[in-house]
Each structure stands twice: as structure tokens, then as C-alpha cells.
């Protein structure tokens, strides 16, 4: 076993002491892997775990800088690398089984490695690192030098694994991509390049993506511009451009989960969604394979996705969480799925052993078993491991020989503390936390989350078991603590309770009672001396008051089971005075304290400052809380939260903390005299610690590396040693009787559940049923099924006994209270009888006015919380009611109203507008004053044009006419026609002179000023329109008014001609005037409103003093009731009472008409009289009335008609500015999509112009890099053919070097020189040999190696004495042996330089693929960008307009209308007129000239006379111009004779020539370039054609021996015939030769006489130059 020593944390050993790991135990936590054959290894916190298969035997390596990293094996070295994980971590390596350490590699890497991985030939060794670098780095760990890395990749990496046929190719995948990385050597240089693998969607369908940074030329749209990828539109230019996604195109993809290598270097890869995938490894393709489905049945397992797999000669193994391990048998595209073995849990990890006969199958807990192949296969658990970390540990009683561990899930397991090997496990199947072995007998005592103590007996240490159950409390335990006799078991819970047991069986754990203590206890210590009686016992635990411990001590008799009942209350529990508990507080707070073994002192660990302090505890008792001071600091070189323990003898001060550090220090000094790291601090320190009683086995626990490590002494002896063992056995000497005793006990009680062990629990214990109500003495009734508390049973116990006591009490107590509640209600029966002076409030009556208080209080507080929930509710609506307003209401200058008819269904609204802001306003003054600008300059350029060309004196009358003609051109521009502004704005009197022509907006500033000018127009013509809305709303009031005045009269009319009718009122609705939509009135409100007592009393007294004030002053008006008496109130008749007025009968009408005197006839005939006038009156008047009603409504009706009419019209005109409106904003709409494409075209282009300027860097380096190939390749090559020049020369100066021995010795030494021993190849067996599936794997170094030192070892045998010649000189022999050997080791660096060369051969071929390749890229790039500015140029000019076209302009058949008018143009109609115009002239003109050429025809006879004549006079001229014919005159005289300009002519000649030679000169540039490319491509040939030369070279030497045995064939079987047929064959060639010579001599001379006879005929027709 080999330790690492911690040199820097160890710096002294005063006594010589020191401690040293005897063994570790713990479990994997990640993958576990083969050395060899027969050993595996893991990681585990600071240790490498090796187990031996066959042996079971552990070896333990320790990392000297804490915990372990990462690990990997290489197997055909068998050395183990790993790394540590401290800041700047390094990689060890070490060898097998020696653990000594080989090497140590340094890199670059600040936190920490996540994966290593050893290639499987070679000494290569690949690291990835995550945070901060995501580095991939290639080492050759032998010579500890770094090949090659690459940082930042675009994934975190889960797994990484060599190609084992291939060192140079590496596969990393992870949770969402599979990287291949490529491995390439040149020499002593390697390159890193990587390539992610294009993966599947989820539902495993093949992805086919385009590429984003060029775009495809058969996308076109002709009507919104060229299409842009989506990069250019999302406006990105760097390189996330390259791979840019809209977030609804992106597939979510498969999920790897594990991948592994085939031997046709192929990948398959498992996925998350159940896919199995194959990879080939060069092109990268992924091939989804398909499963063959089968009948499934019971026993079958259903693997969903795999875990971890490994791959096998038939297909894979592969496993999951579901226990099972399945055989994937793969044939072609397809796989076929079996179950192998049950594994029982779920795997995490499958590995072969290095000859393929073991299986090592890893779950998810940590165990570990082994399948072994073969005609029995055979299926064993190598490790079991345990279900969790370990929580709690401590010694079986004596403590040398047995310990156990508990771990969170409560699997209690008992341990062989000579190797650690388990003996035993139970499981409580109960979450438990702390535990600790009895010291008076063999006996455990276990404390649970549920709060109970489950105590088991190790009597019998492989087969343990639960004794007895005591069920404390709810609250979790989280201290189980015996006293160093045994004698009690303290039992603290998270509520700060302290239970104290019997701690020997034999009193079946008698619970005697509880103490309280302050919440969150950090450590309970006792000290109970042999010598003494009594169990000091104290308390650690958090002060209310921050920044402060407390401490609680109490004391324990020995005879506390005799006397238990006098100790403890009805309750359980403890009498302080009885117990003697003093409560003390620290200054500063404390994470440990134990108290010496004289109880006059404790000892304390600082929390946050690294100190041990001394504190005396003060002789004198006190009462309250007393603040004790530190006497003694020392300073501790460990760090964080630490605890302290002392030794069984209390000599010994033992701290743990959390840097894994152990110390132990002299009590009395509190110097370190021994320490020793078992753990570190990137496991969070250690745990627990526990030592035996002899002090000679020391248990250490991990917090979070679940590493339980056993430390021994080493060099321990003298004083220290002997007094401890003193105490041991004086410790186990005053205890063995007994120990003896309660092992006899525990040894008769048999094993049984829970159930059967309520026996042991009668004296203490006992679930009864109660049933006794408070109100009706008697309780309520506890449920048998459910377990109880021991101390829930003690408090009912104690209200049972209570009740019992004081239940006469109670009784007397319930009849008084019902007699006084009676007298209460007779007293209120009577309060309500008395007058209202003498009642008492109801109130008053309570005779509990506290709780009355109490229970109003509580009523204001609800109610004042339901009071501010509602408040906060309506707060949150008002404020989102004011947002609401303020951005649609009062934000709006214009507010939206509407305006409806008064007859017909028109509604007509207006624009709501906003207030423009000074900075719209301050931007559209600077475009109108640029405008003006423009036209100014451009007014006066023509200015100064027209002057220069005009004359002074006309000057003014052309300027004044110009300035006509430019307000006649301002005035016309004013007044374009609709379709060529495409919007119908001038139609609202709205000025658009100052536009831009849509046939000139070609830069971004134009068309960003257009845009500001046509949302000025929008706001004109709403505002506009907004002005006439205004009007017709203020002409509507004034209807309403006028007619709501009329309507009075109406009513008035319809009132005394009393009819039916209704008279009809016009409002104005919500929608006209919206403002009133904010107000919220009473009669809208449903919900009666809350009226307070003192608001409906003053309400009240409002209304009684108003009658009051009526009736005083309707009492006192005398006048007032005679008028109505006498006259109705009015003291004159009006005309409108016509209509009511009743001429009264007189009296005697009620008698008969005969009784009637004449007086009274006279009178009833002027009553008939007066009836008669007033009907006619009353006629009349109806008449008037109903002539003025019909009046009044036909003048409403024709009032309300107009206006309707009216709206009518200005309804047109909303539809009509609408459409003005929208015309504009389409037009804006345009321009600003014009204004995107132009920003995606420039974005394109920029996105473009970088990826160029990458590729043109990438060119640099690929062109450098192939450069330097070339130059290392030659330097190489110069070597390579140095060292075979050197070997040619070895083998030439051979005989030179031995030409002093005879000849024949010489023929016999170079026979032996030329002669090489025989390597017999390793021949691997046969059943190994079909279990390997990767066979022998090429390229390995050791191999290489090792066939070298076979062949030196063969060449020792060939040196050998005995294979000399007879008659050699041994002097001679030995020189030829020399050179032998050295000839053969020349040949082997040739053939290691041959093999080099061809590596740098295909290296430099690659990097010349790599630059041809981003040349390509190159070429395309600027393809692309020729493409986009040729696209750009065209949009630039292409501009899209906007124009009106009347209805019926334009017909189309079907509505098909047609969006491409390629060979289309847009002109101006002016331009056909003028043509039309020209065409007119031309033909006037041509009309013309037709009658002129009549008048012509008129003078050909005169013209035909002297035709006649001229050619008498030619004939003259003719004879003379052959006279001078005859004279010699050359060419150049003739023309200079013949010409009349021959200047000019000598002139255009020379232009002419001169652009000859400029076309020349062309043709022959490109004449030159073409050679150049035709040379360069010649040149890659001729390179091609030299290395198919050599190759032919390499074959012509086999050639030419097959040539020579032909040729010694042929020479055998006839020479003579063969030499005879060539001469013939030559001969007939040479006659055949001389014939053609002479016919091709007689043609030659026919060829030259048919020439001289064209030449004389060429003469003949000579042109003579003859003047005319």
C-alpha cells in the first residue's frame, strides 16, 4: 500500500509520533476501471482504491494534494493517472503495481479536470477541462510534454474516448452533441481539429440544413426585393451569422447519453429518446438504426435509454436505470434487443477487462460485479456498498476487533476492523443520523429522524438485530451520546430536549426523564471517572443572543435508577435542584466544546477564528446565566467549523475541522504532538471521529466524499502509549462484571419484530385509552393504531391525574358558573323592561370584559386587514385607471368622438390625434427649410446658366420671363395630378410642393425626409377634417338646443289639448361625448352606500329642520291661501285656461224644467249663451294650437334633416380622408420597407466583408502553414535521405573494411552480414483471440519498442561465438559483429524515417485540401458579393411607386392579376404626345419631299443630253488615262496623288495600328495568364506524375528483375529466330521509309511549279491605278 505523505501540513514531530492510513473503505462514485486482467480501480475522497478480483485484496494510493479528480488507466503500461482539484491542478501518473510515481503533468488549467482518457496505442493521454476554459489538451505523458490543445468548445463534455483502432481520432459528447476530433501529426507537430456530428431530430428523423451565409440564387421575389437570409434580417454580422436559428426553426435534437468505438472506427451512440445511432468516423454520417420488435414476455426487461454500453464482436451490452443488461445485436441497419443478466439495481457504469473474458458492471450505489465468460459463466458481487455515505461511526466494545457505521437511509452495518471488510448489515428502514456503541455491553443504540432510539444487540457481530424501540418524541434525533461507563444514554432532539436512558439492557432501557436545554445543540460531553459516582454532563448549544454559546451543565447520579421517581416531575421531567444545572455563556461563538475529566475546566473550538481556548469553570455555585472567560489561546493551523473529542483517558485533546486535517494535542499544553490528513477540504473536512478505548485504532469519517479511513500509530510508544494502555485496563477490568452481565441478558433475549417487544416496555411505557372530557370530565379518545411519544404518554398521564385530583373542584366550579350564568339573564330580562335613562348596554353585562377586549381586537385587526387589502386592490385599479387615461385620453390633443344622425344609422368619427412633440416639430422645420433650400439653389442655377447664355441687352426681359415660366412650373408642380403623387392629399387644400417625385427617391436621406413630409401631410388632413368634425359637433349642439326649445312648446301644446302623444327628445349618446364614460354617477351604482351612525343622524336632523322651515313659512302666507280659495291662484285668466274654463250651472238647474220661473228661464238661456261662446272659443283656440304644434314639428323634422343631410356629406368626407390617409401611410409603408431592405442589404454586405476577412485570415494561416509543411518536409526528406545514403555507403564499404582477410572469407561474412534474424510474432490464444473484437491495434509505440529490442535480442544470438567461420579471427568476428549490428540499426531508423516522411507526405497533402478548400470559400465570398451589389445597384433603382388609377382603367379577366412585367415600362403620358406630335411632322414632311421629286423627273432628259456627251469626253479621258497607265508609279504615290487629305489618312492609319497593337498587346496578357494557370496546372501534374513516377520507379526495379528472367527465357528458347525476325521486320520498315521519301519528294516539286504559275496569274490580275 502506498501513502502520500503531506509534507507541508507536518513540520514538526516533537515526540516522534505520527500516524499512518491502515486502511480506507469506500465506495465509487465515478466510473471504475481495469489496470489488468485482475485489478480494478476508483477513486474514492483523497485515496485510489485497487481491488484485486480474484484475491479481494485492497490497495490504497493517496494523492498527496486532497481529493482525488478524475482517473484513467492505461492498461499496456498499467499506470494509473488522476488529478487533484486544487487550484492549478496537475495530473500524477503512476505505475502499477509499484505505485511509484512516473511523472507529473503541469498544464494551464485553473480549477479543475473533468475527464482524462489514455489512447489505447501510444503514450497519449487526452484531459478536458470545464470552468473557465473548456480545454482539450493532447499529452505524451511519457516524455510530459503538451502535443497540441484547443480551448473553447461550444459544449460541456460528459465523456471522451479514444478510437482504438486510431490514436488520432478522439470523440467527446455530452447531454446535447458528439464532437469528433482529429488527431494530425507532422513529425514533432500535432494539429487538433474538430467537427460536431450533425445529430437527428427527437423523433430521429434526419435533419437536412442549408447553408445560412450563402444565399440561393433560385429564391427571387420581383416585387419586395432580392431574399436575404435571416441573419441579414436579424441584422447580425459577426459569426453568429454563420449558424443563426429563428427560435421557431430551431429542431429540438436527440439527447446522448453514451457513445463507444467499433474496430471499422465507427461510433454508436445511445440517445435519451430510445434511438441507438451509428456514426461512420470519416464522413461523420449518422445512420439512425432500426429495432427489430419482438413478442415481449414477462421476464423481459424495457430498456428506454441507455445508460452506459460497451461494445462486443456481435453489437453492444448496454444497460439502464432499470437493473437490466441487454445484448444489442446489430446487422446492417438494424439491431435486435435481449436481456443478458439482471443486475437488480440500476447501472451506471460497464467496462471489459483488457482480454474481453470479464464484464465489470457498476450501479448506480457504487456496487460492483463481474460476468465471467465462458462454458460456465459465472455471475459475483465484488463490492457491496452501502446505501449512502456514512453518517455516524463507532467501536464495538472492546474496540479491537469490530466497528460500525450508519448511513442517512439507516442500513446499520458491523465491520472487521482488521481489513475492513463488512461482516454484517441491517436495515432499520427509517432515516436515521447518529449512533454509538454501548461501553458496558454489546449493545448499539441508533437515533432516528422520527425521534425514536432503536437499540440493537452486536453479541453476535455477523448477524445483529433490534432489541428494543423507545419512541422519545417527534422532534429528530440529533445526539446519541453514552457516558464513558455505560451507565446512561443522553438522547438530544432539535427542540433542545436531553433524554436521559438507562443504558443496560437489563432494564429494558428505562427512560427516566428529560431536560431542557437551548435549541440547536452543537455537542453533548460527559465525564464519568471510574473512581467516581456521578456523570458530568454538558451541553453545547446556540445563545438567543447572537454572537454568543451556551453552556448547560447538569450531574447524573449513579443511583439515578433507584431514586428516578424523586428526580423527575409528573411530566418526566428532571428536577433542576436535583440535577445541580448551571447555565454559562462565551463572548464568541463556538463550534465544539468538551469538558475535562477533573470537571474544572472545558475546552473550546472557535467558530470563526482558528483558536483553541482554555476555560475555568468558577468553584462557586451561582443562579442565572454566568459569563465565563477564556484563560488559555492557542492558535490551531487548521481552518473552518471544527469539533474536539478527548481520548478514553482524557489526556488527549483530538480536533477535526474541515480541511480533513486530524490533530491530536496534549491536554494540559495544547500542543500537537501527532496530526495526519485523511480527507481535504474539497470534501467539506471530515465528519465524526471516534478512537478505541487502547487508543491504537482510530476511526476517521468524510462529510461528502464517503471515505471511511482507519489510521494506525506509527513510532508511538514511551509515556503516552503506556498511559492509555494503563487505562484500558483499568477500564475493562472495573467493567467486566458488567459487561458479563448484560451480555448474558442480551444472549437470551431472541430475535423478534417491533411488535413483540411492548413486553420490555411496561414499567415505562403503555398506550391506554382515554377518554375524558374537559367539559364533561372526560378526555378524548386516542387512537390505538397510532404510536405515541413518551413524553406525549407522560403529559396525558399527568392531565389524567390532575383531572382525577381536582374533579369534586371542577364540579363545584361548573355549578356555580351555570347558577351565576342565569342570574346574568334574569338581570338582562329586567334591563330590558326599564326606561331608556335607566338601561345598561348590553356590554356591560359581560362579565369577562377582557376576553371581550380580546375578541374585539381581533375583529378591528381583521377588519383593518380586509380594510388595507381593499385599499391596495383599489390603489392598484385607480393607478391602472390613470395609466389607462393618461395614454388614451388626456394624452390625446384631439379627443376621439362621434357624431351620429338624427333619422339615419350614419355614425361619423373623427381623428384622434396626439400633440406632436418639439422634437418631431424641430425635425420637420429642418427638412421643410432643406426643401426650401433645394429650390432655391435650384432656381438659382438656372439663373446663372440663363445668364451666361443670354445677351445683356434682352437680359431683363428673359429673367422676367423665366420668372413666369418658373411660377408657371412652381404652380404646376403645386398642381400634379392624383396618379403621380399616388394619394388624393391636394383634394384637402394640403400644400404638396415641397414632396420629392417618387422617381427620384434614391438615397436613405431622401426617402427618410419624404416620410417625415407625408406624416405632416396626415396630420394636415386629419387636422383638416378634425376642423369641419368640429363644426358640424357645434352646429349639432345648436339643433339640440334650438329644438329641446321648440320641444317646451310642443309639450305645452300637447298638455292642453291633452293628448297621446310623445315628443321626441335628441340627445347626445356616449359615443358623442365619451368624457362623460370617466364620470361615474349615483344612479350607476347598484350597491346601497355605507352610511355611518353620526352621517345618518345629521341626515336626520337635515330633513326635520327643512319641514320644519316649511311649515313656519307656509303658515304665516294668508294672502296666498284666499288666491287659491277664491280665484286658483292666478288673479287674471290667461288664454291657454280656455281650454279648462267651466261655466258654472245655476242652481235651479237641479230641479225640473216645468217648476223653472221666468227669471230663472231668462237665466238658463243666458247660460246657454255663455256655453255656446265658450265652445266656440274653445274651437278656435284648438285650431291654433294644432296649427302651431304640426309647425313646430315640421320645422324640427326639416332642421334635423338638413344636419342629417349634412353629415351625410361629411361622412363622404371621413371615407375620403381615410383614404387619404391610408394612401399616405401605404406610401410610408413602402418607404420604410425600402428603408429595411436597404439596412438588411448593408448588413448583408458587412456580415459578408467579415466572413471574407476571416476566410482571407484563415488563408494566411493555411498558406503559412502549408509553407512551413514544405520546409519541414524538406528538412526531413534531406535527413531521411542522408541516413540512406549513410546505410547505402555501410553496405558498399563492407569488403573495404575487410580486405585483408581472404576473398572467400569476405563472400562468407557478407552472407552473414546480408542475413536478419527471424522475429517470432506473439501469437495470441485462440479463445482470447475471438473475444477481443479490436484484434491487434496498430501503431502502438511499445510495440515498437519491443520488436527492436526482440531483434537486438535476435542479433545477440546471431553475435554468438559459435556462428563464426572456421579460421575467423575472433578480433575480426567481433569487428564484423559490430557492424552488423550497426547496419541494422541504421536500417530500422530508415524504415522509421521512411514511415515518418509518408506521414508528412499526407500531412502537407491535407493542409493543401485545407487552403484549396478555403480558397474555394474564398472564390464563392466574392461571388456572393459581386451577386449582392449587383442586386443592391438594381434596388437602388427599382423603385416602388404608388399610383391612382380611375375605376375601369384597368380591367383584368377573373381577377388575374399578373405581378411580372419584366419587359414593361413606366413613362409619362406628355413623352407619347410630343412623340405623336413628331411623327405628325415627319409625315407633313415626307409628303413634301415627294411632290418635290415630280418637279424632279422634269429635268432627267436634259440631265440623259449631257450624260451622252460626258461620255464622248470619257472616252477621251480614257485613251490619256491609259497613256499614264503605262507609266511606274507605286502606291504610296498614288494614294498621295489620288487623296486629297493624305494627312489625315497617314493619321488614321496610325490610330488604326495603333489599337492593333493595344488588342495585341490584350490577347497577349491574356495569352500570358493562361500560360501561367496552364504552367501552374502543369505543375500540380508534374508534382502528381512525380509521385507516380516514383511509385513507378518502385515497381520498375520488380519489373526489371521479371524483365531479366524473360529475357534469359527468351535467350533460352531461341535467340537466333527471334533476332532474324526483327532484322526482317526492320527491313521492311526502312523500304516502306525510302518509298514515302521519294513520292513526298516528286509532290514537293509538283507543289512548287503550281505555285510559280499562281504567282504569275496573281501578277496578271494586278489593279492598275488609273486617273479618272
Known sequence: MAQGREQDETPYQPSGASLSVRWVEGFPKQDVHFVNNTTICYPCGNYVIFINIETKKKTVLQCVNGIVGVLATNIPYEVVAFSDRKLKPIINIYNFPGLTRRTKLKGNVLLDYTLLAFSYCGTYLASYSSLPEYELTLWNWESNVILCKKSQFSMDVSYMTFNPMNWRQLCLSSLNAVMVCTIERSNQEHYLKSKLVKLPAEDGTLLDETDTIFSHSSLKDPIYGPVLPLSAMAGLVGKEAETFRPKDDLCPLLHPTMHCWTPTSDLYVGSEEGYLLMINGDSLKVTVLNKTEEAPTLDRGNLISPVTMVYQKEGLFASGIDGFVYSFVIKDSSYKVDNFVNVGEPVEHMMFSPNYKKLLIQTEKGSIFIYTFGEEPTFEKVLDACDGNFKAIDFITPGNK???TLTGSGEVCVWWLEDGSCVSRIYLNTPAMVLACSPSSLSAAVGTMAGSVQFLSVSDAKSPWVVHKAFLSESPLQHVVYDQRGMFLLAGTSEGKIFVINANPSSSFEIFGFTEVGKSILQISTVCLLETDVVEVMVLSMSPEAGRNRLEMFTLPKILPEVSGTFVDERGRLRNEFIHKYVYETEHTLSSAVLDFQSQRLYGFCNQVPYICSYPLPEKEHSGICIIKP?????????????????PHGLWLITIAKDGILCIRDICTLETFARCRSHSH??????????????????????????????????????????????????YTSLSDTMDKENVYLSKIQRGSLDSDSEFEETTSQVRRMSIDLSQDELATVDDMKEMPWIQEKNQEAIKNEVKLFSKTRKEIKKGIKALVKTVLIMMEENDTLPKMAKLEQQEFGLDLEELEKLHDESEEEVAKIRKDVEMDNLAKRYLTDLIKEECWNSMAVKGRALKCFHIPYVVENFPMKERTAEELKELESVLQQKRIEAECLKLRKEIVEVQSAVTLVKKHHEEEDEEEEENIAIKDTNLPNYLLGSLSTDFGVDTSLLSSQLELHSREEKINQIILLKDIIYKVKTVFNNEFDAAYKQKEFEIARVLERNERIEEIILDLELEENVWQPIF?????????LVVENKEIKASKHVNLWQKAKAELIVTREMERWLSSHSTDMRRRALMDMMGGVLEVKKEDILRMVIPQPAFMAKSDALWSEEERKQFREYEKKVKELNEERDKYRKSLEAELKKLQNSIQESTQNFDEYLKRLFDRRVKAEMVVNQEELKISNLVFSLLLDEELNTREICLNNYLARKQEEKVQTSEAIRNSRENLDVYREHYDNLLAEDKVLDRSFKKEFSEIPSQQVDILYKLFK?????????????????????????????NSDAFAQLMKAMDELDNIHNMPEGLDPLVWDHFCMTRRTKVENEQKVKQKAAGLMEMLAFLRKRIEDDEKVQQDIEKVFHELNLLQEEKVGFQLNLTIQILLKQGQVELENFQLLLEYADAILINKNIIEDLNAVIKTQGQKKVTSMMESKEVHKGIYQIEWEHKKMEMEMEDLNQKAWDIQMLFFSRDRQKFLNEPNYENLIAVQIVIMEQTIAVLEKTHKKNVENCKKLLKKLGKTSNQKDVANYTLSCNLREELVAVSERRDICNALGSKLTCEKIAKERYENMMQQQKLTNISKQQAEQISILQAEVERLRMKTFPALVQM
Open 402 to 404: 469490530y466497528f460500525m
Open 631 to 647: 484563560t488559555q489561546k492557542v492558535q490551531t493551523r487548521q481552518y473552518g467549523p471544527g469539533m474536539m473529542y478527548l481520548s
Open 682 to 731: 474539497q470534501g467539506q473536512g471530515i465528519q465524526s471521529m471516534k478512537i478505541s478505548v487502547d487508543g491504537q485504532n482510530i476511526l476517521v469519517n468524510g462529510r461528502n466524499d464517503g471515505t471511511l479511513v482507519c489510521l494506525r500509530w506509527k513510532h508511538f510508544g514511551g509515556t503516552q502509549a503506556s498511559g492509555i494502555l494503563e487505562y484500558c485496563q483499568h477500564f
Open 1069 to 1077: 349618446e356616449d359615443c358623442e361625448k365619451p368624457e362623460r364614460t
Open 1315 to 1343: 542475413r536478419r534474424p527471424r522475429i517470432q510474432k506473439h501469437k495470441t490464444h485462440s479463445d482470447s483471440a475471438s473475444l477481443v473484437p479490436f484484434g491487434e491495434r496498430p501503431g502502438s509505440g511499445k510495440l
